[in-house]
């Protein structure tokens, strides 16, 4: 995978003469080699931090080099775990803005017409980082190891795993760029609580069996009808329960947490652009039927009548125990 597969996919979208703003979001998928998903699978807090880590960093390092984009670039990283099968397959998706603030802030530097980061140069950092904090977390005893990777506690037998993916062109390429801010939005919303699978793809549940749609990348990207058995299709479906509490949305750079707001202020002042308009927030379950197209408001049961507040409880403490003893 070239150079020239990143720049096609993003320059789809693009034409002479758009400004920053509406040459879109980039969309930069990175995934690992088989060999890491599985210890990925057994260490996933620590597996996944550190490709989060690890692709935060390339993007910034690559994007801030002068013989590449020059800029400090802000985007989020949204984690997926699953492929169209449901089968175990981690990766990042990237939604980055098409440009960044120059060194000195002065300015906003946009991405070339059709082009965003080599892949390359993008891939092969990524890999070196993602090794480098793997081997550190084994050196220090954080890995675990079960089942088919027991040897792998063995260090020797740690670094013969390793060997080919130290040498294995690791995958990163680019999707078809986002039209603009509110695709964005929706896409983030489809993800924020779905995991693996949307009810659309199931096709039937009968007999014990499952039956549901996936696309076969590598089969000309076909749509195709897999037909599992229902302990089957539970089993994959739960490998991609994470840890309490992990975050899948990451946000980096001039969209890091701490500084967002000053950041996107000083964006929208170097690209001429207004202040937002403040407006009223749409009421949760207005926005959750416009992502879902499922209505809490509907009776869950005769999915016909609509729910209303008729009594709103009081908060009822539960009495104390007293100890007697």
Partial sequence: MGHSQIGTTIGQSHRPGQDAETKGYLNVVFTVPEQIAAIAYQNKELVYGILFRATAETLRTIAADPKHLGAEIGFFAVLHTWGQNLLHHPHLHCVVPGGGISSDGSRWISCRP?????????????????????????????????????????????????????????????????????????????????????????????NGQVQFQWRDYRDNSQQKTMTLDAEEFIRRFLLHTLPDGFQR???????????RQQNLAQCRQ?????????????????????????????????????MVTIQVLPYLRSPSIQNTS
């Avoid at 489809?190 to 699978?197: C, K, N, Q, S």
């Avoid at 990451?250 to 500084?259: A, K, M, S």
């Avoid at 039927?289 to 809490?296: K, V």
């Fill in 249 to 259: 949305i990451r946000y980096y750079g001039f969209l890091g947490n701490r500084y």
């Fill in 114 to 206: 059709g082009f965003f980061l080599p892949v390359r140069v993008l891939s092969r950092l990524f890999r070196r980082l993602f090794l480098e904090d793997l081997d550190k977390a084994f050196r220090s005893g954080k890995l675990q190891f079960f089942h088919s990777l027991e040897a792998l506690q063995n260090p020797q037998e740690f670094a013969r795993y390793l060997a080919p993916v130290r040498k294995a062109e690791w995958v990163v390429y680019a999707k078809p760029p986002f039209a603009g801010p509110q695709q964005v939005l929706d896409y983030v919303g489809r993800y924020t609580h779905r995991v693996a699978i949307s009810n659309h793809r199931l096709l039937d549940i009968e």
């Fill in 270 to 306: 170097l690209l001429g652009m207004a202040a937002p308009e403040s407006t009223i927030p749409k009421d949760y379950r207005d926005r959750y039927e416009e992502l879902t197209g499922c209505s809490l408001r509907r009776c869950p049961v005769c999915q016909h009548g609509c």
